[in-house]
């Protein structure tokens, strides 16, 4: 069974700090999704990478796929209050279908 | 392009009831993936499907859960004599092939059993 653990559960930050929320797995997976979910929505997709050692930026938030396509990493610098939400990754193997972390919780207050 | 959707929203079933959720796939997607999200849990994998067929259907309960994705029509997941336990939401997710990477999610539907 591939896991996905991510870390931390929790995190509470005055708006303009930096935050860092892991992704990590003892499995390889072929490419790793980030979503941001609100309270009573979907997931929405922020990033795709599917390379080992890949970093993708949008705007603030940087995503990183380990070299061996085991773990990942979401970087946010100077976080706004709408930054505030909770952030999943998931990981997608053979088959398709993603295996999700158990999300991080995000709190931007002003 | 209209994203994914689900219907209905919500949904209130009492207990032995049949629960039936619908999603449409985007626009030009072939693929229907469905997850569960329980309270304070991560989202788990349950079925995938192709038009009229099953794909994988590792993560599906062995009793009381099916899945359809006929060639006309919404994909549907329903669920058989509702217990307490189903209370979750339930998202549904599409792609447009098998070898692609990402999933687009739907809002979900939110199933409460009585």
């Known amino acids: 069974t591939q896991l996905l653990e991510q870390s931390p559960q929790f995190l509470s930050i005055q708006e303009g700090e930096n935050l860092t929320v892991y992704c990590n797995s003892s499995?390889?997976?072929?490419?790793l999704q980030w979503y941001r979910q609100e309270p009573g929505e979907g997931p929405v997709l922020l990033v795709t990478?599917?390379?080992?050692?890949e970093v993708k930026k949008l705007k603030r938030l940087t995503f990183q796929f380990g070299d061996a396509r085991k773990d990942s990493s979401l970087h946010i610098t100077a976080a706004q209050t709408g930054d505030t939400g909770l952030y999943l990754c998931a990981g997608k193997a053979a088959g398709n279908k993603l295996t999700f972390g158990g999300g991080t919780r995000v709190l931007v207050k002003p | 392009n209209a994203g994914v959707m689900q219907n209905p929203r919500h949904l209130v079933r009492r207990r032995g009831q049949e629960a039936r959720l619908r999603c449409s796939p985007m626009k030009g997607h072939s693929h229907v993936y469905w997850y569960r999200q329980l309270p304070e849990e991560g989202l788990k994998f349950m079925v995938y499907l192709q038009k009229e067929n099953i794909i994988d259907e590792s993560g599906m309960p062995k009793e009381r859960f099916s899945a359809e994705f006929p060639k006309e029509g919404p994909s549907i997941l329903r669920i058989q004599q509702v217990v307490r336990g189903d209370s979750a939401a339930y998202f549904c997710?599409?792609?447009?092939?098998?070898?692609?990477?990402?999933?687009?999610f739907g809002p979900g539907t939110r199933l409460t059993v009585l």
């Open positions: 499995s390889v997976f072929s490419s």
């Open positions: 997710a599409s792609s447009p092939g098998p070898y692609t990477d990402t999933q687009y």
């Open positions: 990478v599917v390379t080992g050692g």
